[in-house]
């Protein structure tokens, strides 16, 4: 380098350390919302601290499930609307956590961007401290990082990291699922988190823009409505599950749909048989299998189709299950039984989705 010329710095490379700084300024409020027993640091150290002891475990099991949104978050990207996709990054972390009985304890999260504008990330990290709040869990720490060269200016990405505890007694799934036991539904708020992939090729196909009226839902756009934040199943599970030992297992319905996450929590040579008539789909997927020519099975196996939570029930305790969902504020659909599989299909359904 000659005599007097100044060398290169990490800004003229592309990353802006003063804008990590200022995000963190802006998002300090949001994390100080989540605090709860067992977390009440500030964020900004090398690693958050959990006192289970303070969250009043005696011999907890601990629990972990980490997640993204997948592409998603090209519609909040590419609408500017970012303050909903952080709901969905807790959310599909923190549900894989309570199928299992756990109830969530804090939250982590990674946000990774070509050139970080901090007020988008702050509005992202808005909407994780929301979706730690409805949840229950601390925002206990996270990452940000700015990689230009690896993300185009204006994209960024998120992972998520959670951590739930359960007494050992009261791990699910209970190993007394049987053939006849009952399955309820848990209605979703629409696509919640998977099927994007499909969802943005529809879009492409049907030539609507992000901010054209949602043919589907009166009064939004379509950006607005498929933006429609992940349903968390927290706090009422975990209410129902308190006041009904009836209730056996969990499955979180993602990707994969019915047919690939139903099996992950039933016992080898049982499966579900699904009534698709006795629920209803929400009109999104009405208009995604329409105007994509999306056959039925394709629907099941891709999207939660209205149910993005489903209950397996003990047989001899089905009406003490369900007045504990109710109590708790859910409307259980019964949507099937256990049934014996031997090496067949895990999951066969009967009717038609009325779509």
Request: hydrophobic share 45%; with cysteine; aromatic share 6%.
């Amino acid at each position: 380098m000659a005599a007097g010329q100044k060398g290169l710095t990490y800004a003229q490379a592309g990353v802006d350390i003063d804008a990590g700084n200022r995000l963190v300024d802006l998002i300090r409020p949001a994390v100080r919302s989540t605090r709860r027993p067992g977390a009440d640091g500030e964020i900004g150290g090398f690693g958050g601290l959990f006192d289970l002891k303070a969250a009043g475990f005696s011999d907890p099991v601990l629990v972990a499930a980490n997640d993204g949104v997948g592409t998603k978050i090209k519609i909040a990207i590419e609408s500017g609307l970012h303050d909903t996709i952080g709901v969905d990054l807790v959310a599909m972390c923190v549900n894989d956590l309570v199928v299992q009985g756990a109830e969530p304890l804090f939250f982590l999260d990674y946000y990774a961007s070509g050139k970080l504008e901090p007020g988008a990330a702050a509005a992202v990290v808005s909407g994780i401290a929301a979706g730690c709040v409805e949840a229950g869990c601390a925002l206990l720490g996270g990452e940000t990082a700015e990689m230009p060269g690896l993300y185009s200016k204006g994209d960024y990405d998120l992972a998520g990291f959670a951590v739930g505890a359960a007494e050992r007694s009261r791990l699910l799934p209970r190993a007394e699922v049987r053939e006849g036991d009952l399955l309820f539904g848990l209605p979703s708020s629409g696509a919640h988190s998977n099927g994007f992939s499909l969802i943005r090729r529809i879009v492409a196909e049907s030539g609507l823009a992000w901010d054209a009226p949602a043919p589907f839902a009166a009064g939004r756009t379509l950006a607005e409505a498929l933006l429609t934040p992940t349903r968390i199943y927290v706090k009422p599970l975990l209410a129902a599950l308190k006041r009904s030992e009836k209730i056996l297992a969990l499955a979180h319905i993602t990707g994969g749909g019915f047919p690939d996450n139903l099996p992950r929590v039933l016992p080898k040579g049982l499966g579900a048989s699904l009534d698709l008539g006795a629920f209803r789909p929400p009109p999104v997927f009405s208009w995604l299998a329409l105007t994509g020519g999306v056959a039925e099975a394709e629907m099941l196996r891709t999207f939660n189709c209205g149910i993005g939570m489903v209950v397996v029930v003990a047989k001899d305790g089905a009406d003490e299950a369900v007045a504990a969902l109710r109590e708790a504020g859910e409307t259980p659909i019964a949507i099937g039984e256990i049934a014996a599989t031997g090496d067949g299909p895990r999951v066969v359904t009967r009717g038609n989705l009325p779509l």
